[in-house]
């Protein structure tokens, strides 16, 4: 019998419809879980205070009219630069310390239509500017499989609260692999839909071109059926995408991944990765081949380049996207901002300068744009690639200490695809020193169906998601 | 010493629109209690994005085709950055690049063109307020004109003088209210204008030549002087008389210290309309790098040929092909060219265009003189106006004959040849009529019987 965290999305809404418990009893454990364990973990920043009202508002609905939500009654962990009304927002940055929003961002709108309960608001690196969780202003989040180390960033809290089973399911959000990279070292699933596929209205923003929100989520099930939530055009992003949301819960159903075409790209097998890294992901690509799918090794431009042109886009849009917290709104000063904050902010405002604007910013976009061509012919001949998330497992605490770079480093292996706006899921592909390892799956843009029904396919045919023992680690 | 100033004319409009430029609130906010027309958006709250306004596009793109431009088929927007503590995101949203209209022009009454450099579009900012606030004196910000749409109708510098400029700025603001995109009020603020201004200064040369040759043209040096912009003018003739000061001050100054033109010397100067002086406000090293990078928030556009020529059919008639329409019409071209800034009196008398009982031209003189009330009866007040009088010959030259005959004086007069005396007759004649006399007929009447 499983215990009520380690559910997925289907398995509540059927424990409701059986009534075999009610989303009080849930809500209520996760609570408990949340007072045993975050302390130590601090994967919460603010808790939702109405959470049990609103469980038990859900619990009489579903006592008349039966479960008619996608995400009815569902614990959802928010990482906190989603903008939601009555809980303190900060992008764990002191410049917005207690600042309460005056609305809801689209996708909280849209989950809370859907049925959602917010249990709270998780870490994450200060205004997302990182892969470590470790320049939150409010203290490092600990990765549960091991509380010597990272839980991975920006989005670290939320895959270590579902990680540690805090939550059902979490969002994140990632401008290039704060979903997927944590998701890796916390052993979960993180997605990151395409570019423009799910609103970012109301989202704090990092870098506007390749910001992107998407679930973490235990299983490929339920990353696809948030997805399906969250998506469509919103009228408030002018960027959003007009095309129509497909149905990606009946697309993932699949028992074997015959037909399917998959790349495995050469050059994210990296010269210094470690073996043991490097076989996960190559027997990986033999299970996929079990499961009828063709894999081939193919060649992509190498991802270095990546860290240059992205490093300089985001930088510049960073420096330009905080300068509303001036100092004079929002109740504290500039002194507030994290040291990696300000680093970015003030290469992004020299890479936009007059005289450096062509040597950087327009070299970056012209970078980009090859990029984006390469995926294009890349994807006329195959459904994904695939290859690692990270070039390892989650690295010791302190890591990010002193390395301006870090970020950068750690997520190497998927800066193209988010430079690209490609849509891509992380899946949990093994461990390897006793720390999960992720395997990147990553179909063209809009074309979620294919990298969630691949993922989905391979998670099911293989037993790489698992809990850490938290009554062991802590 | 030749002087030959150079003006260019950067011009902002806001557009009246019904919503901002990014978001849904109000666009209108003259006279608004403070911060109430305001949203995440034009507050630049966290989280918040831009989504642009079709109609403000098109209202910008209906300028830029009066103004004969050129509908640019790639446009976009960008972030131009800088801060102020009325710029709510710490940047404005402007064009920079990649305008939407280039490469226009305006055709001043002399026939002179005037280039059109671009127009383009981007929002408004909040506004101070300076206050005096529990006997403390503060700052306080006003955002309900935050994100309201601006156009930019930036000139080429092709005037050559104050009045020039005023011309165009004059066709401008016509323009811009006949094609109904806002009432360009100036005393509202909904157009500023900011003239840029430097001289081209030509000396002759003297050289000494031997008789025996002959220079048909004296050789001539120019120099310019250090281009000036004048920020935030709000009247046509603060704007005349900025331009004025600047080129009687920079030929003054050149005078004294010898100082051309530079890539680097350019200044900004603001003007102070009660002493009628211009006076620095920043000089080219000080001046901000407005680190300009394209709008990630608003994907590019493509303006398709349908909706340029959808719009260009949308114009009205412009000021300068109705006046030419009115004189086509037989209307003086001086009633003509008052009665294309008076709505109403174009109104009037396109609604009688047809009518045969009223001679255009007359309708177009009373309206022009203001002689007819525009509220009332149009044709009984014209009828009135232009009454024909009395026209029976023999009535009023029984009555004229009795005038002579009691001024013998003055007939005496004009037997002498002071002809001019003939209006006294007719003068007498009207007031004896009550003023229901034909004037030319009385007036003939007069003459004849003044010489037989």
Not at chain 1, 280 to 304: H, Q, Y
Request: glycine content about 8%.
């Amino acid at each position: 019998m499983k215990e009520l965290h380690e559910l997925s999305i289907k398995e509540v809404l059927d424990g409701y419809a059986n009534k075999d418990f009610t989303c009080v009893d849930l809500v209520k454990h996760f609570q408990s879980r949340i007072e045993k364990y975050n302390k130590k973990l601090n994967v919460y920043l603010a808790l939702n205070e109405n959470a049990l009202v609103e469980a038990s508002n859900i619990d009489k609905e579903i006592a008349k009219n039966g479960v008619t939500l996608p995400l009815q009654g569902i614990p959802f962990a928010v990482k906190d630069n989603f903008l939601t009304i009555g809980m303190v927002t900060t992008a764990s940055s002191n410049i917005l310390k207690g600042y309460r929003p005056q609305y809801n961002a689209t996708t909280i709108e849209r989950i809370l239509s859907a049925g959602a309960v917010i249990l709270g608001k998780t870490n994450m690196d200060s205004f997302a500017h990182g892969s470590s969780t470790e320049t939150s202003d409010f203290g490092p989040t600990l990765n549960p499989w091991n509380l010597g180390r990272l839980p991975g960033g920006s989005s670290g809290g939320s895959a270590a609260a579902v990680s540690a089973g805090l939550c059902t399911v979490a969002l994140g959000s990632e401008t290039a692999g704060s979903v997927r990279q944590p998701a890796a070292w916390c052993g979960v699933t993180g997605f990151k839909p395409s570019y423009g596929r799910a609103s970012r209205y109301g989202i704090i923003a990092m870098a506007s071109s390749t910001d992107q929100p998407g679930p973490i989520t235990r299983f490929v099930e339920d990353s696809a059926i948030i997805t399906e939530v969250i998506s469509g055009k919103d009228p408030y992003d002018a960027t959003s995408s007009p095309s129509p949301v497909e149905k990606y819960i009946k697309a993932i159903s699949t028992s074997d991944l015959r037909g399917v075409r998959i790349g495995l790209v050469k050059e994210y097998l990296l010269p210094n990765m470690r073996d043991d890294v490097k076989n996960l992901i190559l027997d990986a690509a033999d299970k996929l081949r079990l499961l009828g799918a063709t894999v081939d090794e193919v060649s992509l431009m190498d991802p270095k380049y990546a860290i240059g042109v992205y490093t300089v886009i985001q930088r510049s849009e960073v420096s330009s996207n905080l300068a509303r917290f001036d100092g004079i709104r929002f109740g504290h000063d500039r002194d507030s901002l994290c040291e990696e904050t300000k680093r970015r902010i003030m290469l992004g405002t020299y890479t936009l300068s007059a005289g450096y604007y062509d040597a950087f910013y327009k070299k970056a976009l012209a970078v980009r744009t090859k990029i984006v061509d390469e995926f294009n012919e890349m994807f006329k001949s195959y459904d994904a690639i695939i290859g690692a998330v990270s070039p390892g497992p989650a690295l010791p605490l302190g890591a990010s200490k002193n390395q301006p770079m870090f970020g950068e480093m750690e997520d190497v292996l998927v800066e193209q695809s988010s430079i690209a706006g490609l849509c891509s899921t992380s899946v949990p592909c093994g461990f390897v020193d006793g720390l999960p390892i992720g395997l990147q799956i990553t179909s063209d843009q809009l074309h979620e169906s294919k990298s969630l029904m691949i993922a989905d396919c391979f998670q099911r045919n293989t037993d790489f998601l698992k809990f850490p023992d938290l009554n062991e680690t802590i | 010493m030749k002087i030959t100033p150079l003006i260019g004319l950067e011009v902002h409009v806001e557009l009246e629109t019904k919503s901002k430029m990014f978001c849904g609130c109000p666009a209108n906010h003259f006279g608004k209690e403070p911060n109430t027309q305001t949203c995440p958006v034009c507050l630049g709250l966290p989280g918040a994005l831009p989504v642009p306004n079709e109609k403000a596009i098109e209202s910008c793109l209906k300028i830029g085709l009066a103004l004969n431009c050129r509908v640019n088929i790639l446009s976009k927007f960008d972030r131009k950055q800088y801060f102020y503590p009325d710029l709510a995101k710490g940047y404005q949203i402007s064009q920079y690049d990649q305008p939407f209209c280039s490469d226009g022009f305006v055709i001043l009454d002399s026939g002179k063109r005037i280039g059109i450099e671009r127009v383009h579009m981007e929002e408004d900012t909040g506004k101070l307020q300076h206050v005096v606030l529990d006997g403390k004196k503060v700052s306080l910000v006003d955002y309900n004109r935050s994100g309201v749409p601006l156009v930019e109708i930036v000139s080429r510098p092709d005037m050559s003088s104050s009045i020039e400029a005023k011309e165009y700025l004059k066709k401008i603001h016509e323009i811009v209210k006949a094609i109904g995109v806002s009432s360009a009020d100036m005393e509202k603020g909904q157009m500023r204008l900011e003239p840029t201004i430097n001289v081209k200064i030509e000396n002759s040369i003297n050289i000494n030549v031997s008789d025996s040759t002959k220079i048909s043209d004296t050789p001539t040096i120019s120099v310019y002087t250090p281009l000036a912009e004048v920020k935030n003018i709000n009247s046509f003739n603060f704007a005349q008389q900025a331009i004025d000061f600047e080129i009687a001050r920079q030929t003054e100054e050149f005078e004294k210290s010898g100082i051309e033109k530079s890539a680097t010397n350019k200044t900004t100067r603001g003007y102070d309309s009660i002493k009628k002086i211009t006076f620095l406000q920043r000089t080219k090293e000080e001046a901000k790098d407005y680190r300009y990078f394209p709008e990630p928030d608003i994907p590019p556009f493509i303006i398709e040929n349908e909706l340029i020529e959808k719009l260009r059919g949308e114009l009205p008639l412009l000021p300068d092909q109705l006046i030419s329409d009115l004189i086509g019409r037989g209307i003086d071209v001086k009633y003509a060219k008052i009665i294309v800034g008076n709505e109403e009196a174009l109104s009037i008398l396109n609604n009688y265009k047809d009518d045969s009982d009223i001679e255009p031209n007359k309708l177009a003189s009373l309206l022009a003189n203001k002689k007819i009330d525009t509220k009332g009866d149009i044709k009984g007040e014209y009828q009135k106006a232009t009454k024909v009088g009395n026209t029976n010959i023999e009535e009023l030259k029984s009555v004229v004959e009795k005038i002579i005959s009691s001024n013998p004086n003055v007939v005496a007069e004009f037997k002498k040849g002071k002809t001019g005396v003939a209006g006294f007759f007719v003068g007498q004649a009207m007031k004896e009529t009550k003023g229901q006399a034909d004037p030319k007929t009385l007036n003939k009447i007069v003459i004849e019987l003044l010489n037989s």
